[in-house]
């Protein structure tokens, strides 16, 4: 009979956990975190093709963050257009993420729930970004 208890006990605090992954900030910190990775990965691209198809798919992606939060990640985050449109071009620097980050950083300091959490993702993401 114990052993159904802890078994009952345990399947509940499992479940509770993976609802709380579900959650609308972990779902923009996601989202956010996919946007960075193909910032980085245009970063990285070894041709111009290669860095415009991941710019296509970074963009896609903020404009689902912009659904998703109801906030223009692209009037917030100051010349990230301009920054993304470098990018696309091939030979893109590690300077050019850092200005993405710093854009970032300053559009995170008004920002809140769903859109911070995006932010923190976009963040982590390019943190990464070697």
Not at 18 to 23: H, I, K, N, S, V
């Amino acid at each position: 009979m114990k052993a159904r208890v802890i078994g009952l006990i345990a399947a509940v605090a499992l479940s509770g956990a993976a609802l709380a992954a579900c959650t609308p900030q972990a779902r923009a910190e996601r989202k956010g975190k996919e946007a960075g990775d193909q910032i980085c990965d245009a970063k990285n691209a070894s041709s111009a093709n290669e860095a415009q198809r991941h710019i296509n798919k970074a963009n896609d992606k903020i404009d689902d963050l912009a659904r998703f939060t109801g906030r223009d990640v692209r009037q917030e985050v100051r010349d990230l257009d301009r920054n993304l449109n470098q990018m696309a071009r091939g030979n893109a620097t590690q300077q050019d993420v850092s200005a993405i980050v710093s854009s970032i950083e300053d559009a995170r300091t008004t920002a809140r729930g769903n859109t911070l959490a995006a932010y923190d993702g976009m963040l982590e993401a390019l943190a990464d970004c070697d």
